[in-house]
């Protein structure tokens, strides 16, 4: 069996970063966690635009995902900073990442003191909890732990015939080894969910998959407006991806080919392991967003033009098949699929090269983007704002 | 451009994949001017095909006639419908292909 060295957490999941998070429970208190993490090292932003004058679903969902960040198994610990007169409180969620066995702390601005006294109370406190993870140590963990998130941005035709079949090899050496990964972007299964269907362990997991996208293309249609609108984009389509279905039969190759186990809705944890299938937009920053509330500790975004995705809470590695742009933007590719078009090397051994890469990873090596810092969070909203 | 020889035959430098047997356009992986000769690769066999238009790396062109309305076919499924026929060489995209999914500017009958 595969393994990898991780944090093993207090819920049994394991992580491969280390981090203290501090986390705003509102757009608000974002400065003030700024202003924290860049004063104590260890510590990392967790950061977002939501949490004020949300309703019902949507303010459900804006919950359902700081809940499940601030319990990332990435994190040692968690310190949440609420502003004061938000509904998307902080005790509440500190409170609900407690239940879930996360160590965890609070506070609230107007009640400390202001904007300023805040830093230095966070600061002491975000210190406090960096010395405690310091001393926690990697162990050696069964790869069946690791839960991979797949995303892919900016595509082109090559993403169809190189990277994504590529990342398909490796998601079904994850699976082997008992493993999950996590395929998303619900607008980019438009036009291949009937391959998906198909690989269901049962009816329900396959009516499920229907199901979500049929929602999504329904919204579509509902708006009265044509999908090829926004998909395939201006830039897919400049780059030879003709229709939505020919973006989709490339995109879930990423998936690999082994049964479908679960349908997730946005943000939600896992409850099998295997592939699985989350309901997200195509749109990067929320579909990326709605796989780390799911647990995953690490993603892989493969990319046709170039994109710069990433995020230091789940750190990403990306490929692209696309020759120009692996050379224009080396400094963020971590596995060259170009090569596959090149005709260099076969769809397999890029595969396994990348299997490889994200298992040292997982065990602590630094992805380009993490490097880098490129850093994206974003909650998906579900309503409109009150 | 011609490149290597390979029983008897001058291959193409310039290359296109076909994905599966079933497709009817090639995914061209080098920017090609009209006239020009490409390799055409699929999983069992090359061949040589001429394009008759400048078509840019990662456009598809078509690889069998395709009919006015007929299925346009990559990866063994259907990725869209002909608008206009397409003939041999020519590019396939979104000039002559329309998707057929996710399309609420059509009232449905």
């Not at chain 1, 406090?128 to 990697?138: G, K």
Request: hydrophobic fraction near 40%; include cysteine; proline fraction near 3%.
């Amino acid at each position: 069996m595969a393994e990898f060295l991780g944090y093993k957490r207090e819920d049994g999941r394991v992580g491969i970063r280390n981090y203290v998070g501090v986390m705003s429970s509102v757009t608000c208190a974002n400065s003030v966690v700024q202003k924290i993490t860049e004063q104590v090292e260890g510590t990392l932003p967790i950061m977002h635009r939501e949490g004020c004058a949300q309703i019902g679903v949507d303010y459900e969902q804006t919950v359902r995902t700081l809940v499940g960040l601030g319990s990332h198994p990435n994190l040692a610990s968690v310190l949440v900073v609420g502003w004061g007169c938000e509904n998307v409180l902080a005790n509440e969620l500190a409170a609900k990442i407690a239940e879930l066995k996360k160590p965890v702390e609070w506070f609230i601005v107007q009640d400390s003191g202001g904007l300023l006294k805040s830093i230095e109370k966070g600061s002491v406190i975000a210190q406090r909890m960096a010395r405690e993870a310091s001393v926690l140590r990697r162990e050696p963990v069964d790869l069946s732990e690791l839960v991979i998130a797949l995303q892919c941005g900016g595509s082109d035709t090559t993403s169809g015939i190189a990277a994504n079949p590529a990342v398909g090899v490796m998601s079904d050496m994850v699976v082997k080894e008992g493993g999950s990964v996590i395929l998303a972007e619900t607008t980019e299964i438009i036009g291949a969910e009937h391959i998906l269907a198909r690989r269901a362990v049962n009816e329900e997991v396959g009516n499920d998959l229907i199901r979500i996208v049929k929602r999504f293309e329904e919204n579509a249609k509902q708006m009265g407006v044509d999908i090829r609108g926004s998909q395939p984009t201006a830039g897919n389509i400049a780059m030879g991806l003709t229709s939505i279905e020919e973006k989709s039969l490339g995109a879930v190759m990423k998936a690999g080919t082994t049964p479908l186990q679960e349908v997730l809705e946005y943000a939600f944890r896992p409850t099998k392991k295997g592939l699985l299938v989350m309901d997200t937009p195509g749109r990067d920053p929320e579909s990326i967003t709605g796989m780390f509330a799911a647990g995953a500790q690490t993603l892989v975004v493969t990319t046709g033009r170039g994109i710069p995705t990433g995020s230091m809470l789940v750190p990403t590695l990306k490929l692209t098949g696309n020759p120009k742009a692996q050379k224009i933007s080396e400094e963020i590719m971590d596995i060259d699929a170009s090569v596959i078009v090149e005709g260099k090397k076969t769809i397999e051994q890029v595969g396994q090269e990348l299997f490889e890469e994200v298992l040292a990873v997982a065990s602590g090596k630094k992805t380009k983007a993490e490097i880098l810092g490129l850093d994206e969070l974003s909650i998906l909203r579900a309503g409109p704002t009150m | 451009m011609l490149g290597e020889v390979r029983g008897g035959v001058i291959l193409a430098e310039k290359r296109a994949i076909v994905i599966n047997e079933n497709d009817n356009v090639a995914t061209l992986i080098a920017d090609v001017t009209a006239g020009e000769i490409v390799l055409v690769s699929r999983e069992d066999k090359e061949e040589n095909m001429t394009v008759t238009q400048d078509i840019k790396f990662g456009h598809k062109f078509a690889i069998k006639p395709i009919a006015i309305g007929e299925e346009i076919i990559k990866y063994s499924e259907v990725i869209g419908r002909a608008t206009a026929p397409i003939s041999v060489g020519e590019h396939a995209h979104v000039h002559n292909i329309e998707s057929m999914r996710g399309r609420g500017d059509i009232k449905e009958a």
